[in-house]
């Protein structure tokens, strides 16, 4: 068994349906994902009064008009994509595994090969407006969004204690730190 594997949909069902998980789900920032749609709504609308008012007529409304509709557009694409986000991400703890992805492809890594450092709590990213964790085992780099304007952990106190338990708890049974190229990591 890899110590950090890619896991497909069947394989995720199992992790989560086996044994005792804490699962912790994202759900959306209201105001972050409601201003961000609203801003594009409001420079699609006006696009859209530029193109009644004034046509293409001159060269300068006309480039007015393709940037208010590439910005609302990118902005309604990037409200999508955090909606979506919310929607379908995860991260899980069990006493063996820590499950991180979507419900569709999820990395299941090992408790014995994550430390302080590999977790990514020494070189956490938090500011006012997000927080991540990038976990670094096995040659690869997965984020742990916590919050950010558009989304948040629905529970980050309870997943920060524990992960940190976890952490302890391994510790104590003597798991020194791994090298890197102990590290097994598989597609399944």
């Known amino acids: 068994m890899a110590n950090v594997q890619l896991l497909d949909t069947k394989g995720v069902d199992e992790a989560l349906q086996g044994g005792d ?20 709504g409001l420079m699609l609308a006006g696009a859209g ?18 940037g208010l509709v590439a ?3 990118g902005l309604s694409v990037h409200a999508a994509y955090w909606y979506a986000f919310a929607g379908t991400h995860f991260v899980g703890v069990t ?15 090992d408790w014995s090969v994550l430390d302080v450092d ?6 956490m990213n938090a500011t006012a407006a997000k927080g991540m964790l990038e976990v670094r085992v096995g ?14 952990l629905e ?12 952490l302890q708890s391994q510790q104590q049974a003597g798991n020194e730190a791994f090298d890197e190229q102990d590290v097994v990591v598989s597609d399944s």
């Open 21 to 40: 998980v804490d699962v912790f789900r994202y759900q959306l920032n209201r105001l972050g994902y409601t201003l961000i749609l609203a801003i594009g």
């Open 49 to 66: 009064f530029i193109w009644w008012q004034y046509g293409f007529s001159e060269n300068l409304w006309t480039a007015i008009f393709a």
């Open 71 to 73: 910005g609302g557009l």
């Open 95 to 109: 006493d063996d595994k820590l499950l991180v992805g979507r419900e569709e492809k999820a990395w299941s890594i």
């Open 118 to 123: 590999a977790l990514g709590l020494q070189r």
């Open 139 to 152: 040659g690869e780099e997965i984020k742990i969004y916590l919050y950010n304007p558009y989304v948040f």
């Open 155 to 166: 529970d980050i106190q309870a997943l920060m204690s524990s992960l940190l338990e976890r």
